[in-house]
């Protein structure tokens, strides 16, 4: 079993920029395949960025490629979310998860942070 906690959030402008953490604790985060989510007020939760460690691959939804980094650190079992180029759009509570699979949908992501809130103001 794994905990998390995300932390980085806050308000910014639009253009710029925040760093989001995801502390794992009980189980190193390189176990999972990890995920970040985002959810704004009233819409559906929503697919940010992931990697599957098994594939050393990472992805990213289209809305934030180029703008959006996921790295991890192995030595603080810490996940990152760089994240450049804020836009209004991109206000939400962002969530990080571990899971067995990679999956946009957030299905077989089994465990899940609080979340942070980021809010971009134009």
């Known amino acids: 079993q794994v905990q998390l906690v995300e932390s980085g959030g806050g308000l910014v402008q639009a253009g710029g920029s925040l760093r989001l953490s995801c502390a794992a604790s009980g189980r190193p985060f390189s176990s999972y395949d990890m995920g970040w989510f985002r959810q704004a007020p009233g819409k559906e939760r929503e697919f940010v960025a992931a990697?599957?460690?098994?594939?050393?691959?990472?992805y990213y939804a289209d809305s934030v490629k180029g703008r959006f980094t996921l790295s991890g650190d192995n030595a603080k079992n810490t996940v990152y979310l760089q994240m450049n180029r804020l836009k209004p759009e991109d206000t939400a509570v962002y969530h990080c998860?571990?899971?067995?699979?990679?999956?946009?949908?957030?299905?077989?992501?089994?465990?899940w942070g609080q979340g942070t809130q980021v809010t971009v103001s134009s």
């Open positions: 998860a571990a899971g067995r699979v990679y999956n946009p949908s957030g299905d077989g992501y089994d465990y």
């Open positions: 990697i599957s460690w098994s594939g050393g691959n990472t």
